[in-house]
């Protein structure tokens, strides 16, 4: 099918992508579209859950796999939304609503891409492509779900809106729950160990601790305090100072190493990880897929934000139409120019690798 074909096709189902609600876990009617594609266009293909998978049509398993991945789920559409978030709205070039940016844009563009390259003989790479579900709660039936369903994979392109820059490198997340401990009292009584007060050295803390190993690619860990909670009563201290602290990992630094430095040397009294399963990420520079990518004038860079790369252990490319600061913004928005490049970047890209 020619490629402009391929491309409005693709923009025609992200407007039906938008207009179907989507929201982590709730994916079964968007699934149903995603399956109405690969039947359209005569490819046999699975539904694991939510998550819609296929191979090309000559799969060896004596070649490496090359996994094409992006999601179908959406967050819900904030409250500044002026555009109805569920209606595909064409304006001054932009296509409108929830999910169009993130990340249908590059679930469609994938699609139309694996679907260019899927009856095509003698590739160096197997092609595996995975709608998942799940992404943006990191749920347990994502794209985690699916790797022991799927064929070992060898490498990834995770689509997520980029603007087709390649991101070579991605930030791990762990989140921690941490306690302040003190003496409970009533208030109009002396004490001199309130759990309150005993947190704003703990703040200090979090705020000015600095771990040691940087990231050519992603910089620095940044460790950021996102929650407190404390008391129920004006007229009781309480025992306990709750925090949450969301600490973004670079690809120096193992989950389990962030844990441990913090374990050993934060000033609370208990500091628990809730996981360690969403690690930092990354690709080398001089894997093919990457040397490709620069000859053809895209940039590198490192990623802050956490995509289903996190559960890959294979070496991983971010990389879609789109700009990551729309995500989640009211008023969601792609260009369909952004689609239209994106088909074709995607294309050359495999083009220069998997070809023989």
Known sequence: MEIQQLTENAISLLKSLIETQSFSSEE?????????????????????????????????????????????????????????????????????????????????SLMATFTHFYQQKDLKYNLVIVASAEEESSGSNGLNSMLSVIPHIDVAIVGEPT??????????????????????????????????????????????????????????????????????????????????IDVRVNDAYSNQEIANILQENSPCTEITPRSLRLNSSSISTAHDLVKAGIAMGRKTYGSPTLSDQSVLSCQSLKLGPGDSTRSHSANEFIYLAEIEEGIQVYIELLNRVIIK
Request: overall charge positive.
């Open 28 to 108: 079964d009617k968007t699934a149903l579209l995603i399956e109405n594609w690969f039947k359209t266009h005569n490819i046999p293909f699975k539904r694991t859950k939510n998550n819609v998978w296929t191979t090309n049509k000559y799969f060896d398993k004596n070649k490496p796999t090359l996994l094409l991945n992006s999601h179908h789920d959406t967050v819900k559409p904030n409250s500044a939304y002026t555009k109805d978030p569920f209606k595909a709205i064409v304006s001054d070039g932009k296509l409108y609503g929830l999910g169009s940016n993130d990340a249908g844009g590059c679930l469609v």
């Open 163 to 244: 603007l087709m820059n390649l991101a070579v490198a991605e930030k791990g997340l762990v989140v921690f729950d941490a306690v302040v401990a003190g003496t409970p009292s009533h208030a109009a009584h002396p004490n001199n160990n309130n759990s309150i007060y005993n947190s704003i050295e703990v703040l200090q803390w979090f705020k000015d601790f600095k771990f040691k190993k940087s990231s050519k690619a992603l910089g620095n860990v940044k460790m950021t305090v996102t929650q407190i909670n404390a008391g129920k009563q004006h007229n009781v201290v309480p025992a306990y100072v709750n925090l949450v």
